[in-house]
C-alpha cells in the first residue's frame, strides 16, 4: 500500500517483487502468485512465476476505471485456487503425528516429500533441494529438486528417490523423454527416471503460454522461434523482468521476445539420489566422480546422444546402490538439452586424399629433421630421442599439413610423458588409434530418424559458465593455424565443460564439503576477478576470455592455475596436461585427439587418482558421518 501516488514507483515495485520471490521460495505449492500495489488514486498489478515477474506497464488509475478496480479486487476473491497459483495436483499425506507435504502423479504412485532440516514447531518437516545449483532457481527453467520417497497403500516406502520440477521450452523434449530415448542410459554412471509426465490441471498442460500468462503473450505472427519480432514501444502492456535476484532488479528491462518463449511444467523421478558436487568428502571422491562422469558421458555418445549441458549442477556424488551413504559413484545426470546423432558409420580420422603420394624416401627424412627440431629446442631430456617411422606415415595419412601436426602431437607427449619413457615416439605412445563410430553430430548430416522436439539441431547450448568459447560464441577455436568455418557442437565441447567445473571448483572452494574462499568477499581481490570473468559475466565476455586462456597457455597459468586454493595444488598436473589436450585437438580438428578424447581423458583422471595421496581421517569420517544421518533420518 501506498500513502501518497507520488512515492517513488520502482521503490515499491522493487519491495513488491521481493516479497513475491518470498512467497515462491517458501511455499513450494505456489506455481506463480499474483501482487499490486494500491495508492490513494493509482494501481499497478504484477505476475510473478519462475522466470520473473510481469507488471502493468503503467498504473492504472482506480478512479478514471472503477470498474477495472473492482474486478481486479473481486477476482482476487472469488478465482479459483489454481487460478491464484496455488498446485493443485500437490496434496498432504496425514499420518498420526506428522504431515509431509506429496506430489501426486497420474501414474498413481505419490511421492511424500522430506526435508533434512531441523523440524519446525508447526510441522515438523520443511523443504529443502537436494542440488544447491538448481533449486528455487527463479530464472531458466527454474528447476526445483526435493529428496522424495514412495507413498504406496498410505505407507511411506524405503527407497529414496529424487523429484525434479523443470519448467522447459514448450519446443524441447522433458528430460524423460530424453532418458527414455537414449541407448547406452543403462550405464551405471547416468541417472536413470522411473518417472515423468507434464503437469495436467484443471485437465490443462500447466505451461506458461496459455495457462499462466494468458493474454499477455505476443500474437502468433507465423514466425518461427528464435526469430526477433520487432514491435512498436506503445503496443508493450507490460514490462517484463527476467530475473528478480537482489542485483538484478534495477536492470528492469522492456520485454524481449525470448522472454517470452512458453514453457511445460514437468515432473520427473529419478531413481539416483546423492548430493551436489561441491559436497565432496576428498579429492580423490571429487576427480572419480569427474571420472565416472565422463564414462557416463562417453556411454551416451557412442550410443549416438551428445549431452550438451555439462555444468557443476548435472555432475553429481551418487549413492551406490545398497552400499548407502559410505561408498559413492559419479552420476551425469539432464538429457533434456542432449542431442541425437545421425547414424553415419565410419571409421576416424578419415584418411585424407592426396593426388601424389608423399615419397617413401620423403617421409624417411622427416623423421631426423623432426628429432633435430627437438633437439635444437632443448625439449629432448636426451639426445637419445628417436621417431619411429609409423608416426610419419599415420600422420600423412590423416593431415595433409602433417609436419605441424606431428610436431604438436610430439610437443604434447614430450610436456607430459608417461610413466615408462623410453624417449622412443611411437604411434602407441601418441595414441595415435582409428576408431569406429556409428553416429554423426554434424548438422548436415542429420537425419529425420531424429525425431525429438528440439527444431534447432544446428545450435550451441550450454549453461554459460562451463561452456566452451565455441559454444559461446559464433566464432571457432583454432590455435596457430588458419581459421576454419564455424563449427558444430561435438563431444570437445563436453570434454571441455568437465575441465572448466573442475576449475571453479578449485578457484571458489577451500576444502572438502565445498566451503567458499573467503576471498571472494573482498573487493577488488584478484581472484574475485577471475572468477566474475572467466564464469560471472555475460556470454560474449566470457567467450572472449576463454579463448584468450586457451590460446595464450601461459594467461592460463598464470590467471587460472596460479590462484588454485592450496587443497587443490595436486590437481595443477591434471588441469596442465587437460588443457594441453583440448588445445591439440582443438588446433587439429578430427584428427587422432580429437577422436580419442573421452579414453585420453579417462585415463587422465585414473592416473591422477592413484597419484592422491590419503587425506584427514577425522575430517572423511565427519562428512560420511552427515551424510549417514540424512539417509537415515530422513523419514
Known sequence: MKRSDKDGWEGVVKQLIGYLRQILREQPDHRFVFG?????????VCLRDRFGV??????????????????????????????????????????????????????????????????????????????????????????????????INDQLGAEVFVLKEPWRPELVESEGESNSKAKGSECEFLGPTTLHEDVVIDDMVNRTGTFIRVGSLPPDDGQKPGMRRLRAESEERFLHVASTDDDEIDQMTTPRERDYVSRVHTRVIVSTYGWPLTSFATLKELLVVFLNGVQGHESLYEHGRLHRDISAGNVMI??????????????????????????????????????????????????????SYFRRRKHSPKLSLSLHPDVISSACDVSEDFYT?????????????????????????????????????????????????????????????????????????????????????????????????????CLTRSGPSGARRAEL????????????????????????NKHRLF?????????????????????????????????????????????????????????????????????????????????????
Request: net charge negative.
Open 521 to 544: 568477499t573482498e573487493h577488488g581481490n584478484v581472484l574475485r576477478k577471475v572468477v566474475y570473468r572467466v564464469f560471472n559475466s555475460d556470454n560474449a565476455t566470457l567467450a572472449l
Open 318 to 371: 551418487a549413492c551406490c546402490p545398497g552400499e548407502g551413504a559410505t561408498t559413492t559413484r559419479g552420476c551425469l545426470i539432464d538429457l533434456d538439452r542432449s542431442k541425437l546423432g545421425a547414424r553415419n558409420p565410419r571409421t576416424l580420422p578419415p584418411a585424407q586424399t592426396q593426388n601424389d603420394p608423399i615419397p617413401e624416401a620423403e617421409i624417411a627424412s622427416l623423421s631426423p629433421a623432426i628429432t
Open 54 to 151: 510481469l507488471l502493468t506497464s503503467t498504473p492504472i488509475d482506480i478512479h478514471k476505471f472503477p470498474k477495472l478496480f473492482i474486478r481486479i479486487i473481486a477476482s482476487f476473491a472469488v478465482l479459483a485456487p489454481h487460478k491464484l497459483g496455488f498446485d493443485p495436483s500437490m496434496e498432504f499425506y496425514v499420518q498420526p503425528k506428522e504431515v509431509v507435504d506429496s506430489y501426486r502423479l497420474t501414474s498413481t504412485t505419490a511421492f511424500a516429500t522430506d526435508s533434512y532440516k531441523e523440524p519446525t514447531p508447526k510441522d515438523g518437516r520443511q523443504y529443502k533441494a537436494t542440488s544447491v545449483a538448481h533449486a528455487r532457481v527463479m530464472r531458466g527453467r527454474a528447476t526445483s529438486v526435493w529428496t522424495v520417497v514412495p507413498l
Open 405 to 505: 601436426y606431428t610436431i604438436a602431437a610430439i610437443e604434447y607427449s614430450l610436456a607430459f610423458p608417461p610413466a615408462q619413457e623410453d624417449h622412443i615416439i611411437t604411434t602407441d605412445r601418441l595414441g595415435w588409434h582409428r576408431v569406429e563410430r556409428s553416429f554423426d553430430f554434424n548438422p548436415a548430416v542429420l537425419v529425420s530418424e531424429d525425431e525429438d522436439k528440439d527444431t534447432s539441431k544446428a545450435s550451441r547450448t550450454g549453461t554459460p559458465p562451463y561452456a566452451s568459447a565455441e559454444v559461446l560464441g559464433a566464432a571457432p577455436v583454432r590455435y596457430g593455424t588458419d581459421s576454419i568455418a564455424v563449427p558444430y557442437q561435438d563431444a570437445i565441447h563436453d570434454i571441455e565443460s568437465f575441465l572448466w567445473i573442475l576449475v571453479h571448483i
Open 551 to 635: 590460446a595464450i597457455p601461459s594467461d592460463f597459468e598464470k590467471d587460472i592455475i596460479g590462484n588454485f586454493h592450496p587443497y587443490f595444488h595436486p590437481l595443477k598436473p591434471l588441469v596442465r596436461e587437460w588443457l594441453g589436450l583440448l588445445r591439440l585437438a582443438y588446433t587439429h580438428r578430427e584428427l587422432y585427439e580429437y577422436h580419442t578424447l573421452h579414453r585420453r581423458v579417462i585415463a587422465m583422471l585414473e592416473k591422477a587418482v592413484e597419484m592422491l595421496p590419503t587425506e584427514d581421517d577425522d575430517i572423511v569420517a565427519e562428512i560420511l558421518e552427515k551424510r549417514r544421518k540424512e539417509m537415515d533420518g530422513a523419514f
Open 36 to 44: 499490486f500495489t494500491l495508492g490513494p488514486r493509482c494501481m499497478s
